[in-house]
């Protein structure tokens, strides 16, 4: 998730939320409280995941492994409250988010970072080539029926 430069700010009582290009403002002090968390919890495990990977990798490397207690240590080294849940980390990065640029920039030509499983409490960074995902155009297109009118009275 790349964070751009604030378009807009918008205030609800004492808060103030920067509006980043492309993005709306929360509806709700709720909302904006939600997305102070987020954004938080995203830059804390930016920065992990960013000292995990850094601390082992080496040029020309297309794997690198780590394990969970090394979590702990980097929060440490890092000055970071450990984390409760450990596994978070690791899914966020796998599922939900973008791995930092810092990592991303490093990773060799035509391929990009994913983060494996690598046995019991074990894990690995490994530069897969990138997947194009593409309509293959010798395959019949399938129409459907738009089901509005179908259901007229």
């Known amino acids: 998730?790349?964070?751009?430069?604030?378009?807009?700010?918008?205030?609800?009582?004492?808060?103030?939320?920067?509006?980043?290009?492309?993005?709306?403002?929360?509806?709700?002090?709720?909302?904006?409280?939600?997305?102070?968390?987020?954004?938080?919890?995203?830059?804390?495990?930016?920065?992990?995941?960013?000292?995990?990977?850094?601390?082992?990798?080496?040029?020309?490397?297309?794997?690198?492994?780590?394990?969970?207690?090394?979590?702990?240590?980097?929060?440490?080294?890092?000055?970071?409250?450990?984390?409760?849940?450990?596994g978070d980390l690791i899914y966020s990065f796998r599922y939900r988010v973008e791995l930092p640029d810092a990592i991303r920039r490093l990773a060799p030509a035509g391929r990009h970072w994913i983060i494996r499983p690598a046995g019991r409490s074990r894990y690995s960074f490994v530069a897969v080539a990138a997947a194009v995902l593409a309509p293959n155009p010798i395959l019949a297109e399938t129409k459907i029926p738009d089901c509005h009118v179908a259901f007229q009275t």
Not at 2 to 9: E, L
Not at 26 to 53: G, M, N, R, W
């Open 1 to 86: 998730m790349r964070r751009n430069q604030p378009k807009a700010s918008v205030q609800y009582g004492g808060l103030v939320w920067h509006e980043p290009q492309g993005w709306t403002a929360p509806d709700s002090v709720h909302d904006l409280l939600l997305a102070v968390v987020e954004s938080q919890t995203v830059c804390i495990y930016a920065q992990l995941i960013q000292k995990l990977f850094l601390n082992r990798f080496r040029p020309g490397r297309e794997t690198v492994e780590f394990e969970r207690t090394d979590i702990e240590n980097a929060a440490r080294e890092l000055g970071l409250r450990v984390l409760k849940n450990l």
